[in-house]
């Protein structure tokens, strides 16, 4: 069973300061890893995509990815309340379009 | 149009009922997704479509549950007998699918089922 974790949170975040939000996964064949923010209510919108090793940055976020200790994490800088939703980690196979989703990390920001 | 669009945005039926949900992808995309959330969970993969044909129907969690794409564009999922456990947002995404490991998937807004 291929599996994303996530921890479900929630994550309390003052404003200005950096949050961080880890996933693992279990398939070591996965190869791409997706960050998509869901505000209640609405559908997925994707951050950002990572399938190197190590840091892509783009604007305020910052995706980490570690294939060895099989670790992704997103990485918010200058929180701000608009980045108040939850993160949602995906794993995509090599090949296989499908993505497999964490449950999600619920991230509050607190003024 | 714009973006990924979803017909009914929300439907309520009675237990046993046939349903139809409705996707329309992002002009030009060949691939089409269908997912299902719960509520606190994340999206679940349900069915693939490259073109006109099912490429992966491996999260489809029985026979009650069928997808078409007959043109390539649109998509229907159908749900027959309808059950209580069904109930969960259905999510459609389109990806342009160049073949790449990045290929983005724009989502829709979800149809909400309810099933009473």
């Known amino acids: 069973q291929k599996e994303v974790e996530q921890n479900s949170g929630p994550l309390s975040v003052p404003e200005g300061a950096i949050a961080s939000l880890n996933c693992t996964y279990s398939?070591?064949?996965?190869?791409?890893f997706f960050w998509y923010r869901q505000y209640s209510g609405k559908s997925p919108e994707l951050i950002m995509f990572?399938?190197?090793?190590g840091d892509k940055e783009d604007g305020r976020f910052t995706a980490q990815l570690n294939k060895a200790s099989q670790y992704v994490s997103l990485l918010i800088r200058d929180s701000q309340p608009s980045d108040s939703a939850t993160y949602l980690c995906?794993?995509?196979?090599?090949?296989?379009?499908?993505?497999?989703f964490g449950t999600g990390t619920r991230l509050t920001i607190i003024p | 149009g714009a973006g990924v669009s979803q017909t009914p945005s929300n439907k309520v039926t009675e237990k046993g009922k046939y349903v139809e949900l409705r996707c329309d992808p992002i002009?030009?995309?060949?691939?089409l997704y269908w997912y299902r959330q719960s509520l606190g969970q994340g999206p679940e993969f349900l069915i693939y479509?490259?073109?006109?044909?099912?490429?992966?129907d491996s999260g489809l969690p029985n026979d009650r549950f069928f997808a078409v794409r007959p043109e390539g564009s649109v998509s229907t999922l159908k749900i027959q007998r309808t059950e209580r456990g069904d109930s969960a947002v259905y999510l459609c995404?389109?990806?342009?699918?160049?073949?790449?490991?990045?290929?983005?998937?724009?989502f829709g807004p979800g149809t909400r089922l309810t099933v009473l």
């Open positions: 002009s030009g995309h060949t691939a």
């Open positions: 990572i399938y190197s090793n």
């Open positions: 479509f490259q073109g006109t044909g099912a490429a992966d």
């Open positions: 398939d070591r064949g996965s190869q791409s």
């Open positions: 995906a794993g995509k196979d090599f090949g296989n379009e499908k993505l497999t």
């Open positions: 995404a389109s990806s342009s699918d160049l073949g790449g490991d990045t290929d983005t998937q724009y």
